[in-house]
């Protein structure tokens, strides 16, 4: 092992393995180029002249955000009790018609920080001016799949046409390749925007662009009644109205989800796509409640997901996976629908797998050392020795106030709750500027 290798321990570790077990006296080896070396029971671990970082809580792998639009930090509240389209039309896309690359990169790393304070080191974003996305993240040191938005209507083409706006991500997956900047902390992929918000031929061009690539390709698909009834009129689904167009192939991850028929549940987990599950915004628009348990059944590969701060607000996904349960159990009658065990996957194992990501959301070796550590002198932990019960305090009980410190590919990005790369408070003030101009234009 390096000598510029670290060796973590902690009486707990959580490797979020298919079994979500639970290690004791756990260590975790970190190599010197960012990544998972060895995993397991001090008692076995390999000799090693590595820098020890002794922990006293537990470490579990970093949570995986798997929809969001993040830079709407400053757009918190806006249009608060209406529903979705009126949301949408009449408040959020007039206000960002008025933001500039500055206020989105402000807004950015506000919100990765925000991010990185409850655990999650990965976020799935959807959103415009790339630029100052990828650059937020790299200064922030968190870690994005940034798939710019690719969008038609009245006011999007101040930002060109939805042809101008593929080809701009096309050129940088080309120039680039998907993976790019310290610790592949970037991944670029394809945002088009919904099938309501595009003509036919986008959705065409975009889904062969992104398999000829291997991209993932982020859509909106089925998040309330009315915004896509058309669309349901002429092609009986959105995602059969998808598969007729050929976008269902590859790596497709269909945000929302919330009215799917049996048949398209069906066509979802035939085509290998997967749904970004997001009940706090789905419940805050009057959406509905997503067939979780169904898709789950069905073999449909989920995640959790916060969706933007405009209409989730929190960007906890600790959040989300506790609203996923109560939500599951309620609208199934069955009390063990979704247990704290298959939370924690939600947000960490499988959410990395609905994304095609086999290098996050798990502690192993090969996967990036993406590593949050919790406080377990809590009055959240009940009896932390038993497992049973360390597992459901966790997801029920404690959640992202017990974040301590986290790491990306190995290095510190937050340490004590606070950033290391940035100011915190400096970045507060920022977004509560633009706010302001926001609300007084």
């Not at 970093?62 to 969001?68: F, S």
């Not at 937020?136 to 930002?159: E, F, K, Q």
């Not at 291997?214 to 998808?242: K, M, T, W, Y």
């Not at 959790?304 to 609203?323: C, K, V």
Request: hydrophobic share 45%; proline share 5%; net charge negative.
């Amino acid at each position: 092992m390096s000598p510029n290798s670290t060796r973590f321990t902690a009486p707990i570790a959580l490797p979020c393995d298919p079994g979500c077990s639970v290690l004791r006296d756990a260590v975790v080896d970190v190599g010197a180029d960012g990544r998972i070396t060895w995993v397991g029971a001090r008692a076995t671990a390999p000799a090693s002249d590595a820098t020890v970082r002794a922990l006293p809580g537990l470490l579990l792998p970093g949570l995986v955000n798997t929809h969001c639009h993040t830079p709407m930090t400053m757009l918190r509240g806006m249009g608060g009790d209406l529903p979705l389209m009126r949301w949408l039309t009449g408040v959020i896309w007039p206000a960002e018609g008025r933001l500039t690359a500055e206020d989105v990169h402000a807004g950015m790393v506000s919100g990765c920080v925000e991010l990185l304070r409850t655990g999650c080191t990965t976020s799935v974003e959807m959103y415009f001016y790339t630029d100052a996305m990828i650059d937020a993240v790299l200064r922030v040191g968190s870690r994005a799949v940034v798939t710019p938005c690719v969008i038609a209507g009245p006011g999007w083409d101040r930002l060109g046409s939805w042809e101008d706006m593929l080809d701009d991500v096309t050129a940088r997956i080309d120039a680039t390749g998907l993976h790019f900047g310290p610790g592949e902390r970037i991944e670029l992929g394809y945002g088009p925007h919904a099938a309501y918000t595009l003509p036919p031929q986008a959705l065409i061009s975009t889904g062969e662009r992104a398999r000829e690539r291997g991209a993932l390709l982020h859509i909106h698909v089925a998040e309330s009644v009315h915004e896509d009834a058309d669309v349901r009129a002429a092609h009986g689904s959105v995602p059969a109205l998808l598969e007729e167009l050929g976008v269902l192939g590859g790596r497709v991850l269909a945000a929302h989800g919330v009215h799917l028929s049996d048949a398209d549940i069906g066509l979802l987990a035939g085509r290998g796509a997967a749904v970004a599950h997001c009940p706090g915004s789905n419940a805050k628009l009057a959406a509905g409640i997503a067939r979780v348990v169904d898709l789950r059944r069905s073999g449909v590969r989920l995640g959790l997901g916060t969706d933007g701060p405009g209409s989730g607000d929190d960007l906890d996904l600790w959040q989300q996976a506790r609203l996923a349960g109560l939500l599951a159990r309620v609208s199934t009658g069955d009390a063990a629908a979704l247990r704290a065990a298959d939370l924690l996957l939600l947000a960490t194992r499988d959410g990395a797998g609905a994304i095609g990501r086999d290098d996050l959301g798990a502690l192993e070796p090969g996967r990036w050392a993406d590593l949050v550590h919790i406080d377990l002198d809590d009055s959240a932990f009940a009896d932390p020795s038993d497992d049973a019960q360390l597992l459901s305090n966790l997801v029920w009980a404690g959640g992202s106030r017990l974040v301590r410190d986290v790491w990306v590919a190995g290095e510190p990005v937050l340490v004590d709750g606070e950033p290391t790369r940035v100011d915190r408070a400096a970045a507060k003030a920022e977004v509560r500027t633009v706010a302001r101009r926001l609300h007084s234009s």
